[in-house]
């Protein structure tokens, strides 16, 4: 995947307008791109420049064959895209070649009206910039090279990747990317120690007392700051053996909001409610791979190590209670604790008869962390709960692991017909075992401050240990000349610890068909069928357990249902559809549905939905590309509970929800040359969102426990959510010459 694609995915209209002019410089020609290859990581487009392209790639007016006129097509019937024209280095000394490139440009950006979505993973601060600089040298009798390149250098987005190494020896890459994640600009809180673990509320706003609205309180930004870096060294000292090890750091630095409550919130502002504080954000990971391969003519193999490090410098967060409840005068959160994991993997891979290939591959991770526990609560009312003595232990001694192998064999018998069988089997095996209790009597604190004002008789969580086993079957056929047909049946077996049902199973067919017999059009089908069943569902599954404690076990609906536990059938259907309107015109159109229903009264009850949407491109030549495509995205879901009266879950207390979610998309654009020196790229998108949500409830009992407001008052819908959005993006370039160009997003 590519190192930026989070870039990409981000909606490119986030940018609510800018203006950056650019001036491109080559000293050769920077029209390769660099790519580090070891681990997949790769050096990609940014939110200014989603292509990723260098400054002078630009299609190649040379790249078609001298026996083509228009581009050939990929098995899925689309055109293939234009080249891009081959990098031009310069001689410099006797053996060395070089070619560097430069964007410099200043950008001007207005309209984010201080919302954070604007700013996420990129810096829009008005000043210089440099998108895109580039260099790299290459010897040629000793297939030696260097690579650079910095995209955004010196702002907060700013992205560097380089490597070394010799062709077919050896090969050292790294890089060091930085993001901005903001949360917010315009938060307001009244906490004193904003990205620190204790907040504190300022005078004026008393402990425990009346919340104060009208204190002065001004906007600040909450944020987290992120930096990457990373080296790859790989070594092939033959041809057929590689050798590679891997270091990433991960630092993230900053403030995010968090919630959390006082006693039940809502019922009293007398007696608390819900606080939403600036979480500390002060984290490091490192990773740390080393790996061994070997690739033969009728064997290949490979074994390697993982080791990961978490350290968090916050071990909990402690705010001053704003309501005026005098039971808790502060609360508590511990934060992600510091755990390590170690992985060994393995894969083999051997040839066989039938043209057949056997894979099998097996992993084993084991996860730890130790952390010091924190006591059950910091209000002196429940002492002495109060206290880490009250802890039946002081560290968590907690670990997991987990074990997964895998095998499959492909034969292709005859040459039409081609079968492969897999298996799939997991194991994860939760080895922490604690039970909360105050001397001989089990519990822990459910609410701070709640009452009763001592802890309830509970246990702690279950072990939530799992297996699975997958197996899948499935055959491949050319029925004739053009026309492939394909089936696949799979199971999917697990085992549950701790949960609401002990065994479930889900078995799915699939069938689908490829056409490519008509020379002009691709057609692809699908249709799945996939059904779910298991053993009883218990609504409380560890309510004997806690009993047998002398603990209260806790109440669930007894006719609620988990949607990944749940009795479900599922139909899924597909259709893709390449028309091939003319030489340099392709037609595509995709559609989809999918049907869940679910056997359940209460939870999630059924979700159905689809999508279809048509795309026309048109590639005359490399001067000139347009596009034209639209989509739909309709999803509907249906949503049932009850609430509770105590231990008891009424029928009159019964309510449903429907959410109708729809998303419209619409766009064209084109890019064309303009004479010998100019390059115009125009795109529009429209984008339009709505979910209606309506809800239905047996009466107001099932709005609030403590009597909710009247039917008048209450509805049966909230307001539609609507959402438009308009974007235009341009682009102008100017190059009169190989090593000069300017340009204007």
């Not at 791109?33 to 007016?61: H, K, M, N, W, Y």
């Not at 690579?147 to 050896?170: E, I, K, P, S, T």
């Not at 005859?414 to 009597?441: C, F, I, K, M, N």
Request: net charge neutral; aromatic share 8%.
């Amino acid at each position: 995947m590519s190192r930026r694609a989070r870039h990409v995915s981000r909606p490119r209209h986030a940018l609510p307008l800018s203006a950056i002019a650019l001036l491109a410089l080559s000293a050769g020609d920077a029209s390769a791109q660099i790519v580090l290859r070891a681990e997949g990581g790769e050096a990609s487009g940014t939110l200014l420049d989603p292509t990723g392209r260098l400054p002078f790639q630009i299609p190649d007016p040379l790249g078609l064959s001298s026996h083509r006129s228009t581009r050939p097509r990929s098995p899925s019937g689309l055109l293939y895209t234009f080249p891009w024209r081959a990098p031009r280095e310069r001689v410099w000394g006797e053996d060395w070649l070089v070619r560097a490139s430069a964007s410099l440009g200043y950008l001007g950006s207005s309209g984010s009206d201080g919302e954070a979505r604007f700013d996420k993973y990129v810096d829009l601060s008005d000043g210089f910039i440099a998108p895109d600089l580039a260099a790299g040298l290459r010897r040629r009798d000793e297939a030696l090279y260097v690579d650079f390149r910095a995209q955004n250098a010196g702002r907060d987005d700013a992205l560097y990747v380089g490597g070394l190494g010799r062709l077919g020896r050896f090969r050292v890459d790294g890089f060091h990317d930085a993001l901005a994640h903001p949360s917010m600009h315009d938060a307001r809180t009244p906490f004193l120690g904003v990205g620190t673990s204790s907040l504190r509320l300022p005078t004026g706003f008393a402990l425990g007392g009346p919340a104060r609205a009208d204190l002065a309180v001004p906007r600040s930004t909450l944020a987290i700051e992120r930096g990457r870096s990373g080296i790859d060294l790989i070594a092939t000292p033959t041809p057929a053996w590689r050798i590679s090890a891997a270091w990433r750091r991960d630092r993230r630095e900053g403030t995010r909001p968090t919630g959390g409550s006082m006693f039940f919130a809502f019922i009293s502002p007398a007696l608390g409610s819900v606080v939403e504080a600036p979480l500390p954000v002060d984290q490091i990971t490192n990773d740390v791979s080393a790996a061994i391969a070997y690739a033969g003519s009728r064997l290949q193999a490979d074994l390697g190590y993982d080791y990961s490090r978490f350290e968090n410098a916050e071990e909990r967060l402690v705010w001053e209670n704003p309501f005026p409840s005098p039971a808790v005068a502060q609360g508590q959160m511990a934060l992600a604790p510091d755990n390590h994991a170690h992985a060994l993997r393995g894969h083999v891979a051997l040839q066989g008869p039938w043209r057949g290939r056997f894979t099998a591959s097996a992993a084993w991770q084991r996860m730890e962390q130790d952390g010091a526990l924190l006591p059950a609560t910091i209000n002196p009312a429940l002492a002495p709960w109060d206290n880490v003595s009250a802890l039946s232990r002081t560290s968590a001694e907690a670990s997991t692991e987990l074990l997964v192998a895998r095998g499959e064999l492909q034969l292709r018998p005859w040459r039409p017909l081609g079968l492969r069988v897999a298996l799939r089997y997991e194991d994860r095996d939760q080895q922490t075992v604690y039970a909360s209790r105050l001397g001989a009597v089990p519990g822990y604190v459910p609410e701070d401050g709640g009452a009763p004002a001592t802890p309830q008789l509970r246990l702690g969580p279950a072990a939530f240990d799992r297996e699975q086993l997958l197996f899948l079957a499935a055959l491949d056929l050319r029925a004739a000349r053009g026309l492939r047909l394909g089936a696949e049946y799979r199971r999917d077996a697990r085992r549950w610890q701790g949960r609401e049902r002990n065994r479930t199973a889900d078995d799915t067919l699939r069938l689908d068909a490829t056409l490519r017999r008509i020379e002009w059009l691709t057609l692809r089908t699908s249709y799945t069928y996939s059904r779910r069943r298991g053993s009883p569902y218990e609504p409380d599954p560890n309510a004997a357990l806690i009993e047998r404690a002398g603990g209260t076990a806790a109440v669930s609906a007894p006719l609620l249902r988990r949607p990944d536990l749940a009795d479900r059938d599922r139909h899924d259907a597909e259709l893709r559809l390449v028309l091939a309107l003319a030489a340099a015109i392709d037609l595509s159109l995709t559609g989809r549905y999918r049907d869940d229903d679910y056997a359940a009264d209460l939870g999630l009850t059924g979700e159905h939905g689809g999508d279809v949407s048509v795309e026309l491109s048109h590639q005359p030549s490399p001067r000139w590309q347009s596009r034209l495509f639209a989509s739909v995205d309709r999803r509907d879901r249906t949503i049932a509970g009850v609430a509770a009266q105590g231990t008891l879950f009424p029928v009159d207390n019964r309510w449903s929800l429907d959410s109708e979610a729809t998303h419209v998309e619409v766009g064209l654009g084109t890019e064309v040359g303009l004479g010998s020196d100019w390059r115009l790229a125009l795109d529009y998108t429209w984008l339009h969102g709505s979910e209606e949500i309506g809800y239905a409830y047996a009466s107001t009992g099932a709005l609030s426990p403590f009597g909710g407001p009247n039917p008048l008052a209450a509805g049966t819908e909230f307001p539609d959510l609507r959402q438009n959005e308009h974007v235009f993006e341009t682009r102008l370039r100017w190059e009169p010459h190989e090593q000069i160009a300017a340009c204007c997003p």
